[in-house]
């Protein structure tokens, strides 16, 4: 069986592969069973002559043959795809560029870039999602996304272990921050010491990567009196008085009344960096400009008090 004869189907559900992690992950995102999805990748590894993923007991993971066959599998699926609106009389979308984000750069930084593109460039369509950063990483290897805003935390790695390295642009480095309700006690001076932290109620988020709550160098084990993925759930119960919460300062211009947002000493600093990557090629001009307003945009929040 020659690699000529893979299936488009095939390349589309190894693509979903590569980008959810894991069979389970990319068989809900495309309405399949698993063992359909694992009876296409058995027939794209056929047709390779190779094993294309290593299974691991967290999911996936790209072998060298699998990242031959994902950069050559999203060039031909955006072909076709290109062709068939084309053949529809549909606008080529050139100025459509696919950004990804996690939780608080959304929040924030990602409303204030768009905004900034609709006044400067109105005809660049930005398609967006929500994602973990390992989520968007892997979204940007299979090229269904172009650019990723990311969070990133201590010791600073490269973002993958693939080849070749993504390209990687520092948009902010910050201290994290601690949401408290205007009336806890904890509210009346304009920072907080991480001796005052011990013993609090906190606001967690839900167990992903970088989803804050307690105060990471906190000396005990924190008493979680919520859980929530939202930050806007999160920080709407610290407004109403029901914990506090581990927050990015650039969250402080978002914040609901009710809240203040200090900063913490007495402790090792705890950063964050919020990073701009993509994949390490040529930007067509759209993409390009979008990279543009995302730093800008990230720049005025990052100075935002």
Do not use: N
Request: aromatic share 4%; hydrophobic share 50%.
């Amino acid at each position: 069986m020659a690699f000529t004869d893979a299936s488009l189907v095939a390349l589309r559900v190894f693509r979903e592969v590569a980008e959810r992690g894991t069979l389970t992950a990319a068989a809900t995102a495309l309405g399949y069973t698993q063992s359909a999805v694992s009876r296409q990748i058995a027939s794209l590894e056929r047709a390779a002559g190779a094993a294309l993923l290593e299974r691991r007991h967290d999911g996936v993971r790209l072998t060298a043959a699998g990242r031959i066959v994902l950069r050559r599998a999203a060039d031909v699926i955006d072909q076709i795809d290109a062709t068939a609106r084309e053949l529809a009389g549909l606008p080529e979308e050139s100025g459509h560029v696919r950004l990804g984000w996690f939780a608080t750069a959304g929040a924030v930084i990602v409303p204030r870039a768009l905004a900034l593109l609709r006044e400067t460039h109105p005809a660049i369509v930005v398609t967006s999602r929500e994602g973990s950063s390992p989520a968007l990483v892997r979204a940007l290897r299979a090229g269904t996304i172009d650019l990723a805003v990311l969070a990133a935390a201590p010791p600073y790695r490269p973002l993958d272990t693939e080849t070749p390295e993504l390209r990687v642009q520092v948009l902010t480095e910050r201290s994290l921050h601690v949401a408290v309700p205007a009336t806890h006690p904890l509210a009346r001076g304009e920072y907080l010491d991480v001796a005052d932290l011990h013993g609090q109620r906190w606001i967690a988020g839900a167990a992903q990567e970088l989803q804050m709550g307690a105060w990471p160098g906190l000396a005990e084990r924190p008493v979680i009196a919520h859980t929530a993925r939202d930050w806007l759930a999160k920080l709407q119960l610290v407004a109403a008085g029901c914990g506090i919460t581990t927050v990015s300062r650039l969250l402080a211009s978002v914040a609901p009344p009710g809240v203040r947002i200090l900063p913490v000493r007495g402790g090792p600093s705890e950063q964050r960096r919020v990073l701009l990557a993509r994949l390490p090629q040529p930007m067509p001009d759209a993409v390009a400009r979008v990279a543009a307003a995302v730093r800008e945009a990230a720049l005025e929040a990052g100075g935002a008090r």
